[in-house]
């Protein structure tokens, strides 16, 4: 099998998918997008790839198989690896559904917050909208953080895709309005997260970052 | 079997969940949320109904089951009904990756941009971001206006839960930046979902609008 992320490493979103591959044990391999060079929106790319212009994109070539948006592909992988999902309906609906909450509340709002507050220059960071993405923000880390209060993992007793797409955004150095230290229950899972057997960070898990624009 | 909604008219992600129930031709009745009294934000609410402090949820009384997230219930809808999905696996992954897609980036600026317009005092609306949303949301429709270029239906030959996900804000008639004239396939859409067997309005089907409270 053979299973190409098209990617890179400043997306949380390919994070969720590259991550998710990762942890299943799946082998893939990484394909990366010069997206901060336009690749992403290139006609070469919206044809062959993804139409929507964005990554992340899995490309399965063994069953010729194209899908995207992170949590599909995450449907994708646990179909293959029957891996990192829930152990009944009932969890698998909870998986999705931290998925969901994730896609509406948190990644949506903290990758735009991120783009603008580092990835525009200065003099173009539209502070009324960061402010107003801050207070959203707030108020999903508060859920979420809740949530966790009492629980080590966001559904059942073990890692699922749901915890890989909460925390998709989470791991980034590049400041956004997260600290982990504000919210203690995110901050302990975050570490459960990272003492995962094969777990990687973003930058070292996809090709290029900052540094390699510097 | 007895299902409760609870929901307000003005909410469309409410409104994808009560769609997805009228159209799988269960029977359902709607529990009417006071959300601009501050209902959904009580402490009775979040204990008894949904933690998230939000509308759509969906109570399955016969099963002592609750399910929120607009998109998670149509997935528990779809379980109970077998209707309104692929007919493939590949398919019902499709109809997920839309679900997700507009999760991500419609439905999730969408709700927020209208609740601005129109739903805040005139002197309390952000300009700045009120015009942010509005360019990531033509983007958006962009998507999915060439999507519908060539298709009836967003998935395969017929209306599933990834079309009524997607329309979710697109009848109502407050202004929010978005113009069926000016999306033709999204208009022509929007026609064949009007014109499905059961289809009603979201003031139809919910109760609450802003008629009630002028």
Redesign the interface.
């Known amino acids: 099998m053979t299973l190409k992320l098209y990617c890179f490493g400043e997306s949380g979103n390919a994070y969720k998918a590259a991550l998710t591959l990762e942890l299943s044990g799946l082998a893939w391999e990484a394909v990366y997008v010069d997206f901060f060079g336009g690749e992403a929106r290139s006609d070469a790319f919206k044809s062959n790839v993804n139409?929507?212009?964005e990554v992340p994109a899995l490309v399965d070539t063994d069953h010729d198989?194209t899908?995207?948006?992170?949590?599909?592909i995450q449907?994708?992988v646990v179909?293959l690896s029957q891996k990192l999902t829930g152990s009944t309906?009932?969890e698998r609906?909870?998986v999705?559904?931290w998925?969901?909450?994730d896609?509406?509340?948190l990644?949506?709002?903290a990758g735009?917050t991120r783009f603008l507050m580092n990835f525009l220059p200065e003099d173009k960071r539209?502070?009324?909208?960061i402010a107003?993405h801050q207070g959203?923000l707030k108020a999903a880390y508060a859920?979420l953080n809740?949530?966790l209060a009492d629980k080590n993992w966001i559904v059942g007793n073990a890692i699922t895709v749901a915890d890989i797409s909460c925390c998709g955004y989470l791991f980034y150095p590049e400041p956004f309005g997260f600290d982990r230290a504000d919210w203690p229950h995110i901050d302990a899972w975050l570490t459960r997260i990272e003492q995962t057997p094969g777990w990687k960070h973003p930058y070292d898990l996809m090709p290029g970052s900052p540094a390699d624009r510097a």
């Open positions: 139409a929507m212009g198989y899908i995207t948006q992170s949590g599909a449907d994708y179909h309906p009932e609906r909870e999705l559904r998925v969901l909450w896609n509406h509340k990644s949506s709002v735009p539209p502070k009324e909208v107003f959203r859920v809740d949530h």
